[in-house]
Structure formats: C-alpha cells, structure tokens
C-alpha cells in the first residue's frame, strides 16, 4: 500500500502524519489539489472542515465532467456526512440544481 502524502504552506494546515512514507510540499495550493485528484485511484473522505469539503466537491466535480478517471469517494462517518447529504437531496436536487445521479458519485461508509 503506497502511503504518500500532499501538503502545503496554509495557515491552518495539519502536517503530515506518522503513518507517512513520503511527503510531498508545494508552494502553491491549487497545484496540490490538481496532483491530489489527478493520480487518485479513490477517496475516502473523513470528517473535516472546509478544505475537506473542498476536495470533496472538487473530487466530485472533476469525476461527474469526466475530467478524471471515475474512482471511488467513500465518506467515512455516517453521522457527520448525513446531514449534508440530506441537504443536497432535499435542497438542490429538489431544486433541480444537482442531479439526484450525481450523488451516486459518493458512496457511505461506516
């Protein structure tokens, strides 16, 4: 199992973790989103705050244009994603802004 990790210069970020074989720094943020989605073979999704949510939709976003090779995005923490996933179906599915296909993009976890 590779075991890499990307990080870069944010004010808020956490470093790199003890289960890390290779870290990976970049200087400019949107060049670590572009490799983090580029060579992913799947996700899976803890809870987080908004930088989390970010790769999310982005993840989302590039697999749903096709942009990307479709691979798996797991969100971990049933609890935690429930309630947004409600949100997306009861508001912008309903609303007709997000197709109800597209959360079949995610898939839950435990």
Request: charged share 20%; with cysteine; hydrophobic share 50%.
């Amino acid at each position: 199992m590779c075991r890499w990790a990307l990080a870069s210069s944010l004010p808020f970020e956490q470093g790199l973790n003890q289960w890390v074989d290779l870290g990976i720094n970049f200087r400019y943020f949107f060049a670590r989103k572009t490799m983090f989605v580029k060579y992913a073979q799947g996700f899976i999704v803890l809870p987080g705050g908004l930088g989390t949510l970010d790769e999310l939709f982005e993840a989302m976003v590039l697999v749903q244009t096709r942009k990307v090779t479709s691979f798996p995005i797991v969100l971990l923490g049933v609890d935690f994603w429930g309630p947004m996933i409600e949100w997306i179906r009861g508001t912008l599915v309903a609303e007709g802004m997000v197709s109800e296909k597209d959360l079949d993009l995610i898939q839950p976890g435990r």
